[in-house]
């Protein structure tokens, strides 16, 4: 093997001293603002009072697992795990392979203004924030809104749907405003993703009598597998978060009312509300805690079963 | 050499873009809306010596507050009295202070009624006793000081007061008032409404809900009973006892275990299967939007809070021309009190200025600066009449009227020690006959029981921690029972309603306040 003098590894760090420089700039980022504050992680297992102020997450007392305790045995702990994991769940199911459809559609798309109008399109609605589409979503979907109007105007309905207050709605329709929001944004992803296949396996495959479905089956879909199993890793780990949208909080936070919280109260929102709201801020961090842990299992587990059944892993 | 140093230069602005978010506590910026992270202002410039005003920051934790700014003609006769001038931020969200406590970034002075026992700290903001010692400015002028710097010491760990809440009145003071309601929830009507379709203003509960089947009728565009943010259907809990069916004066009962809780769930089911009431407003949590509906002719009846200011607020922003709106006369039990005073205007540790702030404080807690502040200069705004009631002068009424002008020209939101019965004055002296008379119907039977507000526990304490868990379950399972459609879904709702309340330690919260509330009488002498 070749070893490399001192002299030799320093000049080549030298020339990519720029681009170090800026990797340098995402750790420093990373450190102060997300490695470094995990230190804070410990205030869970403290009687922490925030009239102590920020030492005291380091000098109050031990208390162990008593706020771990107290919020798997709280009346809504099975709620806000169910709510969670099944809101999660839907996320998952419908919003994860709707943006490679999107991709794998818009590459079939002819180029030119009408595939570029239909992308820009679609990735838009990610750049709204979710309080505007909180906003919208009230304008249509309450009891006078536009589309209970429309629906009564033509006797579809007899009287106006709940869209906004019926609990068993809050799934759909937190589901249904993810994928309009960040389908085409992920689709970007993958489509970038597909512009890297070779042309001529598309070739070879036409010629071969190969229809439209065949070569996605047989050339799209294993050509970007490695992708498709990296964000879906990338999902899996923040499927509590909301997965690709990261926007369970959101969600639950604007649209979630008292008529629907049976549904839409989540570990977030309750971590908000307990933890900010009430000022306990050591219980909050808690069952923070709780949510997180399980988030990383989830990454390990769909890491290694990635890498045994599709060949292909994040690490 | 010119791409390596554009690439240097980039990478240098990234790492600053990346941190430029870092907070500075010499920022003159308010935190913003949701961002916990950033910090409030702290600006505090001492000029006393000079014959300047000294001029503190504030921090008012009321997103709801109307005003931002420390003018108009009651900050400044404040301002003369004191020397002292305020740099107002208001709160975005409820959420802030608590962070602000965390990180030690508060600005000289904070007013709040919430977070109030975390506030009451040596850490975080300077006790009474201390603050005399520094300045040497005496708080004892202040009204009912006595009892209330006793009330605040039950809100600190170490016993220390370190505020005097405003709007507090003894019992004494309340057998005095002349005229006017202490402040509780009501219910305003469109009495033009009412008149045009010939329907008969209700008297009682019964009535009411006949009268809102009438309103239905006449009015199918129109919510019969609206409802927005906070308020809800507090009136008609209270009106069907619950308020009243917490506590007998010997045993503490947490008010959504009472029989009378059960009787108003029941009734407020029946208006929803009525149709009288609707989930959507129900769940509305934004205080606007229902005032906006109220405005625009989207309702008949309106729960809110008891103030003339409110009421003109009403009158003045209805879109039609016609709307009259009026105070619906009580229709069942009057409410319980448990005043012990509301919010307390805190000196912090970071206090640039404490003899700056200890003047304006004294000042404000004084029954001069409490007038003042609720009424205006004496002389030009208003004088004592024979009755001990101020009399206002033709401006200060008309002003009262609108409040825009009300807010820009006098601004009396700066109250911090004024009483309860300042503030009742304020309101309503100087009203026409008839419109006193609706809103001095709610005065009849209030009785106030401030043990039951010194009772209460800490947020934090095991105790405060069952209450905040018993809210959660009220609110959450308040609106099952009350949107339940059939008599099976709503016995089944009520039921886990119980159990959850069980199971939270209903019990034992009821026992802690029972033996907190006979320990207060005695102490307090009650």
Known sequence: MRRRKVGQHKSGFRKQLPLQLFVLAGILYLSVFNIIPMAGLVMGFKDYKITDGWLGIFTAPWVGLKFFREFVTDFQFPVLVRNTVGISLCKLIFTFPLPIAFAVMLSDMRRGWFRKLTQTASYLPHFISWVIISGISYQFLSSSGILNRFLLALHVIKKPIGFLTDAGMYWGLATVLDMWKETGWWAIVFLAAIMGINMEMYESAILDGASRLQRVRYITLPSIKPTIVTVLILALGNLFGGGLGGSNFEQSYLLGNAMNSEASGIIQTYVYDVGLANGRYAYAAAVGMVQSVISLIFVFVSNAAAKRTAGSSLF | ?526
């Open chain 2, 1 to 526: 050499m010119r791409k390596k140093l554009s690439a240097y230069f980039l990478a240098i602005l990234t790492a600053a873009a990346l941190f430029s978010g870092c907070g500075g506590v010499s920022s003159e910026t308010a935190a913003g809306a949701g961002d916990s992270g950033e910090q409030a202002t702290k600006a505090s410039e001492s000029t006393g010596e000079s014959g300047e005003l000294s001029k503190l920051s504030i921090f008012i934790n009321m997103s709801w507050y109307p005003v931002d700014s420390f003018t108009g003609k009651i900050p400044d006769a404040i301002k003369a009295a004191t020397g002292t001038d305020l740099d107002v931020t208001i709160a975005t969200d409820s959420k802030q202070l608590g962070v602000m406590i965390a990180s030690g970034e508060l600005p000289d002075l904070v007013f709040s009624d919430t977070e109030i026992n975390e506030l009451s700290n040596s850490n975080v903001c300077i006790p009474l006793d201390e603050l005399a010692e520094m300045t040497g400015v005496s708080f004892e002028n202040a009204e009912n000081y006595d009892e209330r710097t006793r009330i605040a010491s039950t809100l600190s760990e170490d016993g220390r007061a370190y505020t005097l809440l405003n709007n507090y009145n003894s019992n004494e003071d309340w057998d005095k008032l002349k005229l006017g309601a202490q402040g509780q929830t009501c219910i305003y009507y469109r009495q033009d409404l009412l008149e045009a379709a010939g329907i008969e203003v209700p008297t009682n509960l019964e009535e009411f809900r006949n009268c809102l089947k009438e309103v239905k009728t006449a009015y199918p565009e129109m919510t019969p009973l609206g409802m927005g943010g906070y308020w809800k259907l507090q009136p008609i809990s209270i009106w069907t006892g619950v308020s009243q069916g917490k506590y007998d004066g010997k045993e503490y009962r947490y008010e959504s275990a009472t029989p009378e809780y059960k009787s108003f769930l029941k009734y407020a089911n029946s208006l929803y299967r009525d149709g009288l009431i609707s989930a959507e407003e129900y769940a509305n949590e934004n205080e606007e939007i229902g005032h906006q509906r109220a405005y625009n002719d989207g309702c008949v009846f309106y729960p809110w809070y008891l103030a003339n200011s409110n009421f003109t607020q009403l009158q003045s922003n209805a879109v039609s021309d016609s709307a009259k709106w009026a105070v619906l006369a009580p229709l069942g039990q009057p409410p319980l009190g448990d005043g012990k005073g509301w919010g307390g205007l805190f000196i912090s540790r970071n206090c640039g200025d404490v003899t700056a702030a200890a003047r304006l404080f004294a000042y404000l807690n004084s029954v001069e600066g409490g007038r003042t502040s609720m009424w205006g200069v004496e002389g030009d705004d208003w004088m004592l009449d024979e009755n001990g009631v101020p009399q206002f002068s033709e401006e200060f009424l008309e002003a009262r009227g609108n409040s825009e002008v009300w807010y820009s020209k006098y601004n009396t939101m700066f109250y911090f020690g004024a009483s309860a019965i300042d503030e009742i004055y304020m309101n309503y002296s100087g009203m026409e006959e008839d419109k006193l008379k609706e809103f001095s119907a709610y005065s009849k039977g209030f009785v106030n029981y401030p043990e039951l507000g010194i009772a209460k526990p800490s947020t934090t304490s095991e105790e405060g921690v069952i209450y905040t868990k018993l809210e959660d379950i009220r609110k959450k399972y308040e609106a099952k029972a009350i949107f339940s459609d059939t008599d099976e879904d709503f016995e089944s709702a009520c039921e886990e309603f119980m159990k959850a309340l069980d199971s939270a330690g209903i019990g034992t919260y009821n026992t802690y306040m029972t033996e907190q509330i006979q320990k207060v009488k005695q102490e307090f002498g009650f």
